[in-house]
């Protein structure tokens, strides 16, 4: 299986969660990290090559830091620009149908907190649902996300941690992830 790991924070040289992440798969086989903020710093992104990358690919993650209930705007722009009509979905747009797609966020917030009265109220799965249209929009399949909670507060050995916990998540066959 080939996965694509679509990166998405604005500043990994600051970053801790995600560059852990990051480091925990980086050069495994059949991993490719595409780091969106680092290929296209004036936001002009390349739509023939990323329709290219998601078609060379059977897995796509996307990594991102859990902004705003959301995800961190060149990513928004990412499904703006490649996710087409006729390509993606809609008359002829055929090209994500069958594709596995996942989520790899790192979220402030604990676990405890996402839930029906914590302080973030619902369940990050609830937060994700705009994705998840989108990906079942286009025929593809929303696979069960990776979180990390808590993620400012994580020492380094937590993050090496969820940096294993990262590379077991997104190598899992769909059987194991769905059941
Ligand atoms: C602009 C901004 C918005 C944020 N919004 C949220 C949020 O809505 N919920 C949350 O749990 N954490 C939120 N956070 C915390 C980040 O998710 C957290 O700092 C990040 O996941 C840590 O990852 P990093 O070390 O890779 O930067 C926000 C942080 C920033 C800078």
């Given at each position: 299986m080939k996965t694509l790991i679509i990166a998405a924070h604005p500043d990994l040289g600051v970053s801790q969660a995600n560059r852990a992440l990051i480091d925990a798969v980086?050069?495994?086989?059949?991993i490719f990290v595409h780091d969106l903020y680092a290929e296209y710093p004036d936001w002009n992104i390349d739509v023939a090559r990323e329709h290219r990358l998601l078609t060379e690919h059977d897995r796509i993650v996307l990594q991102f830091p859990f902004y705003w209930y959301s995800t961190p705007p060149l990513l928004k722009k990412w499904f703006d620009d490649v996710i087409l009509s006729g390509w993606a979905y809609?008359?002829?747009?055929?090209?994500?149908?069958g594709k596995e797609f996942m989520v790899a966020t790192t979220a402030g917030g604990t676990e405890k907190s996402?839930?029906?009265?914590?302080?973030?109220?619902?369940?990050m799965s609830e937060y994700l649902k705009p994705i998840q249209g989108t990906i079942n929009k286009c025929s593809g399949v929303f696979l069960p996300p990776f979180v990390v909670y808590d993620a400012n507060r994580a020492d380094g050995s937590r993050l090496q941690q969820e940096g294993r916990r990262y590379a077991e998540h997104i190598r899992m066959p769909y059987r194991v992830l769905v059941h």
């Open positions: 980086k050069g495994e086989q059949g809609g008359p002829g747009g055929y090209r994500l149908k996402f839930q029906a009265g914590g302080d973030n109220w619902y369940a």
